[in-house]
């Protein structure tokens, strides 16, 4: 008795807005064609397509076949042996044969960006030469062109040349006779060239007459030195006709060889059409790709009804999109609400969503999540008839009955009005009943009602969810939005108000009430304001997680710009060290006068050079890096009050802590709102505000890092501390220490003209001994070294021949 669920959810209209989004009659049957299937692999195959044709298009391109004429009908016609299309089919064929290589290049360079598009095109076959050799026997006309065959060609050129010499025959006998003017002309009757002759006059020319004029006052007449002529020419013209039926048959059979891939071509064609088609239909409806949930969750968020919408659209409104959740626990919606509200729209929104999203159609929301359901089962709409002796309340419970016994834990059920046709309190418990026993089968089920015993039974049921559509008190019409949690009122009063009826009518009816309806109407009126204060709240929680994004955006933007303008600043400071330590070593080489020993000077100035560079920079930029890293915490805690510190504890030469870095620095001075302040072999300013606090003050230690030293070192051509001394004594230092010794006291002895020093380092451990031959054995000043003799101190003492 019910209608498919397809009818009463209006699927085909949705089909109808497909149809117009086509370009090609193939197209179009392919979106007739569209059923709804459960194979998951297939469904998410054809999003895939769907999804890069929807790419496709937002890059302001498109594709569509509208040159295509409709092939179906030839296609069926080569089906048999012996068959000969016409050449205007031939025409159609070399359509579908030029859209098919146009369709295999379309995609070629775009391969990696569209795979399955690009597939799809690839896998179309290569007509050419069938393509070529139709459109060199059939010319655009229709006509079969004299170069289709040679025979053909010899034939034309017979017919051509046995008409002009009959025509030219007939002209001299007109001239002959001094034909009056009106009968000076040369015609055709039943395909034989004729000529005029006046009635009474026919007997003056031996011939066959053809026929005569309306008036019968003229005949026509082939004179018979004509006929022979005439004859050759209406064989020539059945000999063309034979060669053309050849040339069609021919090309026909070239067709038939080919009507696998012929067929493949057009079912692609035709595939791509429909892909294009519902990607339109997503872009103008602003619809989404559908996701499968592994279980029976269904989550629809800003979900419409597109037929209704396109309606809507036409009449310059706006449709009110739904949102809703199921699935788990919770698998039965209860919906109440006035009448025309929306009711019977959210059970079709719902359906026509399942309906689509197993079809290959995009969704119309902003995303849909669903189950893959065997069957979507509806009882919406009056079902009475008439003819069949059936009431409305009869032709629901008939419905119902079918839908129990086809339903399974993966169907979708849709009911609108349960309980309704019969009496109130009876149809309340009867959908009660019904609605227990499809939980109890774990579909999913939407059921609109006005029962409030159903309210009560959402309220109190476990896996039984309340919704309402909304009804605005203020202006009493519907708002057509859902609310999920609430019970809904019926508000017929209310509407009967807004319709017109009398005050007093209505003020006897809210009398007549009673009071436990009056209580439940008022429990439902603040259910409803709660659940406003509660959206308020959350759009109010909304707007200000937006507001504290934005300040952290803006905090980091700034932090960002920050940072770079400390980096920059390190690195014009660390830029201008190394010219001040370049100019430095050039004037001391310049100083040297000995060539040799100036040569051995820049050679080990040079060296010296590259590897104090080279630690600096690495120090710097461990430096940068660190403190880019440990500013990166100050973004979380950047609005927290920090302690103001005191200006009487900035002391220059204090170790102070500074915000973005993770070790104190030494503070240098105070300039305004300023502060200088030295990070390793960097010197730089900070603001004020930005000292978080103070250590103890301490002596700064002598740094022996090479950044260091390229930080403090001075060089000078005067003797230094070798100048008055051969030998030096290390002992106590570290190793990295009595190297930094050592190369300075080398290079004294080098400018010196020494040959020979001594180094004292004792016997320790033997650890200081091994650095200093280890950075001996590399030192370009160095010739050689090796330990005192015994007597004059052996291993704790090592001798340094310098280079000469």
């Known amino acids: ?30 979106v007739d064609e569209l059923e709804p299937g459960m194979k998951h692999a297939a469904l998410e195959s054809v999003f895939a397509l769907i999804r890069e044709a929807g790419e496709w298009l937002r890059a302001g391109r498109e594709l569509g076949f509208g040159t295509l004429t409709d092939p179906q009908g030839w296609l069926e016609r080569i089906e048999g042996l012996g068959a000969a299309l016409e050449p205007g089919e031939f025409l159609d064929a070399a359509s579908l044969l030029e859209t098919a290589g146009w369709l295999r290049q379309q995609f070629r360079e775009e391969a990696v960006k569209f795979p399955l598009l690009a597939a799809r095109a690839a896998s179309i076959g290569d007509f050419r030469d ?3 050799a139709i459109r060199r026997c059939v010319l655009p006309n229709g006509e079969i062109s004299d170069n289709a065959s040679a025979t053909l060609r010899r034939i034309r050129a017979s017919v051509t040349e046995t008409r002009d010499t009959i025509q030219k025959s007939l002209k001299q006998i007109l001239r002959a006779r001094n034909a009056e003017a009106g009968e000076d002309y040369v015609t055709l009757r039943n395909d034989r060239f004729v000529i005029p002759v006046r009635a009474e006059h026919r007997r003056s020319i031996p011939g066959v007459v053809h026929g005569a004029s309306a008036t019968g006052q003229t005949v026509f007449m082939e004179p018979f030195e004509t006929v022979e002529a005439n004859n050759q020419l209406v064989q020539l013209a059945e000999d063309e006709a034979a060669e053309i039926l050849r040339i069609l048959r021919e090309l026909t059979e070239k067709l038939q060889t080919i009507r696998g891939p012929l067929l493949a071509a057009a079912g692609r064609i035709a595939e791509l059409d429909s892909v294009f088609a519902r990607a339109r239909f997503a872009r ?5 790709l559908p996701e499968f949930s592994g279980t029976n969750e269904l989550r629809l968020e800003g979900a419409r009804h597109p037929v ?21 626990e919770e698998r039965v919606l209860v919906i109440s609400g006035p009448n025309t509200g929306g009711k019977t729209v959210a059970l079709k929104t719902t359906g026509m969503t399942a309906l689509a999203a197993q079809s290959g159609i995009p969704v119309a929301a902003q995303r849909a999540l669903l189950p893959l359901f065997d069957r979507v089962l509806v009882d919406i709409g009056d079902e009475q ?31 609108d009005e349960m309980g309704t046709g019969t009496a109130p309190e009876e149809g309340a418990a009867l959908a009660v009943a019904l609605l227990d026993e499809f939980r109890a089968r774990n579909c999913i089920v939407l059921a609109t009602t006005h029962h409030d015993r159903l309210k009560i039974y959402a309220s109190t ?30 508000s017929g009063i209310a509407i009967a108000r807004r319709l017109g009826i009398a005050t007093a009518i209505i003020e006897r009816a809210r009398s007549l009430l009673t009071p436990e309806s009056r209580e439940a109407a008022d429990l439902i009126a603040y259910l409803h304001r709660s659940r406003d204060e509660l959206d308020r709240m959350q759009r109010q929680m909304t707007t200000e997680r937006h507001a504290l994004e934005e300040e952290r955006k803006k905090l980091r933007t700034e932090w960002v710009e920050r940072q770079q303008k400390r980096i920059k600043e390190l690195e014009a400071q660390f830029a201008e060290m190394h010219r001040r330590f370049d100019e430095n070593v050039a004037r001391v080489v310049e100083a040297v006068q000995e060539p040799q020993l100036r040569a051995q000077t820049e050679k080990s100035a040079r060296r010296k050079m590259q590897h104090v560079r080279s630690e600096a920079r690495e120090e710097m930029n461990a430096a940068v890096v660190q403190a880019i890293s440990e500013s990166q915490s100050d973004l979380g805690v950047r609005a927290a009050s920090l302690e103001a510190v005191r200006a009487d504890r900035l002391q220059p030469g204090t170790r102070i802590r500074v915000r973005g870095f993770s070790k104190p620095v030494l503070l240098r001075r105070i300039d305004g709102s300023a502060a200088e302040i030295e990070a390793g072999p960097l010197r730089m300013k900070v603001a004020l505000e930005e000292i978080t606090g103070v250590e103890e003050a301490a002596p700064v230690a002598k740094s022996s890092s090479p950044a260091a030293k390229l930080h403090r ?6 003797p230094g501390e070798a100048g008055n001394s051969d030998e030096i004594n290390v002992i106590g230092m570290t190793v990295e220490e009595a190297r930094d010794r050592l190369d300075k006291f080398l290079d004294d002895a080098a400018l010196a003209r020494k040959t020979r020093i001594r180094i004292i380092h004792g016997h320790g451990t033997g650890a200081l001994r ?13 010739e050689k070294h090796s330990f005192e003799t015994e007597e004059h101190g052996g291993k704790a003492v090592t001798i340094v021949e310098l280079q000469r």
């Open 385 to 415: 008839s008439i003819a069949a002796d059936l009431s409305t309340f009869s032709a629901h419970m008939l419905n119902l009955k079918t839908m129990l016994e086809a339903a399974t834990p993966n169907s979708l059920v849709l009911v």
């Open 1 to 30: 008795m019910s209608r498919p669920a397809q009818d009463v959810l209006e699927f085909d209209k949705l089909r109808e807005l497909l149809r117009l989004r086509t370009t090609c009659v193939p197209g179009r049957r392919a």
């Open 713 to 718: 070192v001075t060089v000078t051509s005067q």
């Open 130 to 132: 069938v393509h070529g």
């Open 284 to 288: 103008d409806f602003d619809a989404a």
């Open 308 to 328: 209704l919408e396109d309606k809507l659209r036409k009449e310059n409104r706006v449709i009110v999109p739904m949102t809703l959740t199921l699935g788990g």
């Open 461 to 490: 049921t476990p896996g039984v969810v309340n919704a309402a559509v909304e009804f605005d008190d203020v202006n009493l019409r519907p708002t057509y939005r859902l609310r999920v949690g609430v019970p809904g009122g019926s």
């Open 770 to 782: 091994k650095g200093i031959g280890d950075f001996l054995a590399s030192h370009p000043l160095v």
